[in-house]
């Protein structure tokens, strides 16, 4: 049944999206608001560095395909973009990152105290305004997809300089983290469209696994990609000591030697190799084999999109299944 979910070209189903965006923008900007100065530039300074807004679009664009148009769709995309940003707010200062999105994180800028505080403004008015909503099943979806987060966050940290992680502890770590805000805001539709639990479980296949490979992709730039296209610097997951699915797969398949320079890099979190490192990893097929994986993650996904009627909306999110995959940044 795959063969029947052909990806629509990107302009016509992207502009009618554009509008709603617009709006979600619009709903951001109101919610920011702040009587606290500093919130307010902390804030404003991460929105306005852009990013993909997948997760908005995964919330309009679910909505859109199952019938539903109310303002309530605007404003849990709205909802989904606060959690994600808080969740860079406190990833840059645990990471101790310096850039994203070509621009100084907002923890080199303002400091880790002030980020980490903003991070928590943010989180809390997303709260406020799924109250607004007034659906106690968006309270549970979301309230479970922010301690799913919370938990990846920690195993995350408690997998840093670990040579030795199993693939599928690498992989939870994704569904954790990543993935489960994908999954909620794919869900999220389904819920706003009383749509039945058979399709709003499909659904949030589709982000689980949507995620997944968007996740897996990342992982896969910091070795392959460059820095101006990823607005990051290049060899940050190895700086971080991120044992991530790239190094794994070439520590399995390189010689003792090869193997030793990994692990001793993983583990001290040096990139004073990384030359050699990046080579490695593409000489292994490392690079291939974890854009293989996400392709199967991102098949997973389209074949979830099979309980959707046909649709403009269905068109895009098809589409955002090979953008995952095949993107440089």
Do not use: W
Request: net charge negative; charged share 25%; glycine share 6%.
């Amino acid at each position: 049944m795959l063969d029947t979910l052909t990806p629509t070209p990107t302009t016509a189903v992207e502009d009618p999206l554009a509008a709603a965006m617009r709006q979600v923008d619009v709903v951001i900007r109101a919610r920011l608001s702040s009587r606290v100065a500093l919130i307010d530039q902390i804030s404003n300074y991460i929105i306005n560095a852009g990013g993909k807004r997948i997760r908005p679009r995964l919330v309009l664009l679910f909505s859109e395909a199952l019938g539903f148009d109310g303002p309530e769709r605007l404003e849990l995309a709205a909802i989904v973009e606060f959690i994600h940003t808080a969740t860079l707010l406190h990833d840059d200062v645990v990471d101790e990152s310096a850039l994203r999105r070509g621009r100084a994180t907002a923890n080199a800028m303002f400091g880790n105290a002030a980020s980490v505080l903003v991070g928590d403004f943010l989180y809390s008015r997303a709260f406020q305004m799924m109250v607004s909503v007034n659906r106690m099943r968006v309270l549970d979806v979301l309230a479970d997809a922010t301690n799913v987060i919370a938990e990846g966050e920690v195993l995350q940290l408690m997998n840093m300089h670990d040579a030795d992680l199993a693939v599928d502890d690498y992989l939870r770590v994704i569904r954790f983290k990543t993935a489960k805000l994908f999954e909620a805001s794919a869900r999220l539709g389904a819920v706003l469209a009383n749509a039945s639990p058979g399709l709003e479980a499909s659904c949030a296949d589709f982000g689980r696994s949507l995620g997944t490979a968007f996740q897996l992709i990342d992982d896969l730039l910091d070795y392959e990609g460059n820095r101006d296209d990823l607005g990051k610097n290049i060899g940050d997951d190895l700086r971080e000591g991120k044992p991530t699915l790239p190094l794994l797969v070439a520590m399995q398949r390189a010689g003792d030697s090869d193997r030793e320079m990994i692990r001793h890099a993983i583990q001290q979190g040096e990139v004073n190799k990384l030359p050699q490192i990046i080579e490695l990893v593409r000489r292994t097929g490392a690079l291939d084999a974890t854009r293989q994986a996400a392709q199967l993650e991102a098949d997973k996904a389209r074949a979830a999109l099979a309980a959707l009627p046909d649709s403009r909306a269905r068109g895009a999110l098809l589409n955002l299944t090979t953008q995952a995959v095949h993107r440089s940044s």
